[in-house]
């Protein structure tokens, strides 16, 4: 059976526009006189992206919050989307309209079109959406591509909430009932972007692009975009409260974070120089914005955990 990686390698031979940017980034971009029109899309399906007995308003709100990610890491401003509906039943199918209504008011992405399908009976259910938006024009559209050796590597909000959450839903992980539990659980069904971030931070940035599949997963992914490699230092990677309620704070509990995914929090490098005016971008946003590490000349992943070097895990992240 195909890899992702294998086919999108593939897929490069065909999407030889400059606009693809060589499939190495979160979004295709655009040059429309002097506007940039960016441009995105994921799919959710049944089973791999959300579970069979969540909320359909939260499925619909995660489908155009990934999107919107991807947007925001682009530093774009959203505009509108165009989604794909594979037909259910009636009143899953109307309260999933629902959930779609109130993320596409919470992201900014009025509904400008799309698509109804009917699938074979007992097929899992499945969701696409296109988001658009545009792109900073005084800077460049940031890349995964443009980390340089000496960049500090940041990430915002905290990491592996979403991939708890889903171990407490699938009865993988036990913890008593109570708040962070449920927050946990609430941070893989309705997952929340900072789409306000990624344009403020679009101006300072040399690489970025959203945590989708596991922070040590994306950073080497983006590290071997940019020709460069990346030092990630474990007792940096920011964990909520929650998380630690539930998971602790140890070295297996920040390797289970930094492998889990469905983080949508950005991942970005900038020069050392920047860092003041980052933290003050935190400040005004309300964000955390934490320094993980930084860009090495030589390329791959390493990691530390308190200044020791650490081996990496067999598994960095989620591969289709
Ligand atoms: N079927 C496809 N056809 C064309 N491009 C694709 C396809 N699947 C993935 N890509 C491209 O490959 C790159 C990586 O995809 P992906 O890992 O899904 O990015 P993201 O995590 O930002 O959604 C992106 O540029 C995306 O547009
Ligand atoms: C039921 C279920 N099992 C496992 C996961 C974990 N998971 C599935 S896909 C994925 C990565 C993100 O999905 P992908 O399609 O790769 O999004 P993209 O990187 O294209 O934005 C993760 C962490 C999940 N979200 N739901
Ligand atoms: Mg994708």
Redesign the pocket.
């Known amino acids: 059976m195909s890899t992702e990686r294998a086919l999108i390698d593939a897929l490069r031979a065909l999407a030889t526009s400059p606009a693809a940017r060589g499939l190495a980034d979160d979004a295709a971009v655009l040059e429309l006189g002097g506007e940039r029109l960016v441009l995105t899309l994921?799919t959710l399906l049944e089973?791999?992206?959300?579970?069979p007995d969540d909320p359909p308003q939260d499925v619909a709100w995660k489908l155009v919050a990934?999107n919107a990610s991807?947007l925001a890491a682009k530093g774009a401003q959203p505009l509108g989307c165009l989604y794909s509906h594979a037909l259910g039943e009636t009143r899953w199918d109307h309260a999933f309209l629902e959930g779609l209504g109130e993320a596409c008011r919470h992201f900014a992405l009025p509904l400008l079109g799309g698509d109804t399908v009917r699938m074979p009976e007992g097929a899992p259910r499945s969701f696409s959406l296109t988001a658009l938006g545009r792109g900073p024009t005084a800077t460049s559209v940031p890349s995964r591509t443009m980390a340089r050796p000496g960049d500090a590597i940041w990430v915002s909000g905290t990491i592996g909430d979403s991939g708890l959450g889903?171990d407490l839903l699938l009865g993988k992980t036990q913890a008593p009932c109570g708040p962070e539990a449920d927050w946990l659980k609430t941070r893989y069904r309705r997952p929340m972007p900072d789409t306000r971030l990624g344009p403020a931070l679009a101006p300072l940035v040399h690489a970025m692009m959203d945590v989708?599949?596991?922070l040590m997963v994306d950073l080497s992914r983006l590290a071997e975009a940019s020709g460069a490699g990346a030092q990630l230092a474990l007792e940096r990677v920011p964990l909520s409260n929650a998380y630690r309620a539930v998971a602790g704070h140890d070295l297996a509990a920040r390797l289970k974070a930094a492998t889990a995914?469905?983080d949508y929090t950005l991942l970005f490098t900038a020069p050392p120089t920047h860092s003041a005016r980052i933290r003050t971008i935190a400040n005004e946003h309300d964000t955390p914005l934490a320094k993980i590490g930084t860009i090495t000349p030589t390329t791959g992943l390493t990691l530390h955990f308190e200044g020791a070097p650490m081996p990496l895990p067999e598994r960095l992240g989620?591969e289709?």
């Not at 089973?47 to 579970?51: Q, R, T």
């Open positions: 994921d089973a791999v992206h959300f579970l990934v991807d889903l989708s599949d596991g995914g469905d989620y289709h």
